[in-house]
């Protein structure tokens, strides 16, 4: 048994989700911004790999929840890269980092630490955190994380606002980013519904069965 995962992302009108230099953009809308918040609202758990936390230093919270209201804020980080002070890390939401099984890294008491094999699927990952009650996660990027949980069949839903900026650039990231195709001739989605919301909007796809 594992959690429903959901991934969610914005993008540009050109398929990137920040410039060369990885440094966050803007691309949601208003509207965009409000659907994310109230999203984050409905989930156990919301999911980040650690190059997120290293670029955008988020807090990955719910402004106006309480520590015991907020989702559960997940890293995945086989290093323990995760800054001691990084905002994800600061009494404001629970906090787990999951990292390889040879990192021997602590941080301060408001984090717990999951350990996985190195070379280990997320499969195990998630079993794991559903042991723990966590029955849904949000997965919010980066482009690397996203696509391991699609190469590994682990996507239930994926909603990617795209909004009206061009960003460019050879070397900026996607949203499902990575070296060669996340599976062999890519996976099938099936659309199911498509929303304008402000200059922009949101598609909602679920993995062809």
């Not at 050109?14 to 208003?30: F, L, N, P, T, Y």
């Not at 499902?176 to 996340?182: K, N, R, S, T």
Request: proline share 5%.
């Amino acid at each position: 048994m594992r959690p429903f995962i959901h991934v969610n992302c914005a993008m540009s009108a050109d398929g990137k989700i920040a410039g060369s230099d990885r440094k966050q953009v803007r691309i949601s809308s208003d509207e965009d911004k409000s659907r994310v918040k109230n999203l984050r609202r409905k989930y156990d758990a919301i999911l980040v790999g650690v190059g997120t936390i290293l670029s955008d230093d988020p807090h990955l919270t719910v402004k106006g929840l309480s520590y015991d209201e907020n989702p559960i804020r997940i890293v995945l980080d086989n290093n323990g890269r995760t800054p001691m002070d990084a905002l994800v890390v600061n009494d404001q939401a629970p906090t787990i980092i999951v990292v390889a099984d040879d990192c021997d890294i602590i941080w301060n008491n408001n984090v717990e630490v999951i350990r996985r094999r190195r070379d280990g699927p997320l499969l195990d990952v998630l079993e794991k955190l559903a042991e723990m009650g966590i029955e849904s996660i949000l997965v919010e990027g980066g482009g690397e994380t996203i696509a391991s949980f699609f190469r590994e069949g682990l996507v239930d839903r994926y909603t990617v606002f795209v909004g009206g900026k061009v960003i460019g650039g050879r070397e900026s990231p996607t949203p499902v980013d990575g070296d060669g195709w996340v599976v062999p001739e890519g996976i099938e989605l099936e659309l199911r519904n498509a929303e304008v919301l402000g200059n922009g909007a949101l598609l909602t796809f679920s993995p062809k069965q």
